[in-house]
């Protein structure tokens, strides 16, 4: 199985907020995309990849500050009903995962500012990428 299948399934398994995600090249191309089942999309798929256009330049204009910061680990977009994350790989591909913005459990109140286990997913993204 190709080790970004794996990444994909890997993160749909650990985390069932996550609705939708997608490897796509530096051309916007996605290349392979899980979706959650039974789950309806609440962006048509078309402008889906619209969105993954939008993020390539974004990337690539921060790879201009690398050398004072260091690299780039994520960037998520927070909306009322999802998160939108980026991250990039390597081999000039990027991750995209879209995540429900849910209600908090403990209090039944909006939590928009949860940030998705963004340590847990780039540990499933840093173990898949050290296999060859």
Known sequence: MEKYETLLNMLMDF??????????DKKGQILWHS??????????YEETKQTLLRTIPAWEENLKVTKGVGSGLYSITSYEKIKRISIPLDD????????NNELSSKTKTKNYGHVAEMGKILSIVDFVKSKK
């Open 15 to 24: 985390n069932k907020s996550i609705r939708f995600a997608a490897i796509y």
């Open 92 to 99: 000039e591909k990027l991750l995209f995962v879209s995540i």
């Open 35 to 44: 979706q959650r089942d039974g789950v309806k999309n609440i962006v048509p």
